[in-house]
Nanobody, 121 residues
Framework: QVRLVESGGGLVQAGGSLRLSCEASGRSLSSYVMAWFRQAPGKERELVTSRRWIGGGNTYYADFVKGRFTISRDNAKNTLYLQMNSLLPEDTAVYYC?????????????WGQGTQVTVSS
């Protein structure tokens, strides 16, 4: 079992930066596919970025965050990060980290509780 706890959300002005953290407990994240999702009010949850650190290390970024957001991790701390730069008001959402064991499956096995990011104009 994996438990994921996000932190680092908050209120920031447009153009600013935030770094979200997702601390995992229970198992090492090293073999999982890790991802960040977000859900804005009245909208469906959407994939922001995902990365598979083994077997080639494929990384996906949604077009709306390319060049602005970066996914990374610290193996020693078993923590996933999302560095968000040049934030826009439309980035306002609850951000969730997620993990899955099998890369080929579409669904994620573990989810955090979410952290609110609010970008003011």
């Amino acid at each position: 079992q994996v438990r994921l706890v996000e932190s680092g959300g908050g209120l920031v002005q447009a153009g600013g930066s935030l770094r979200l953290s997702c601390e995992a407990s229970g198992r090492s994240l090293s073999s999982y596919v890790m991802a960040w999702f977000r859900q804005a009010p009245g909208k469906e949850r959407e994939l922001v970025t995902s990365r598979r650190w083994i077997g080639g290390g494929n990384t996906y970024y949604a077009d709306f965050v390319k060049g602005r957001f970066t996914i990374s991790r610290d193996n020693a701390k078993n923590t996933l990060y999302l560095q968000m730069n040049s934030l826009l008001p439309e980035d306002t959402a609850v951000y969730y980290c997620a993990a899955k064991v099998t890369p080929a499956t579409p669904s994620y096995d573990y989810w955090g509780q979410g952290t609110q990011v609010t970008v003011s104009s």
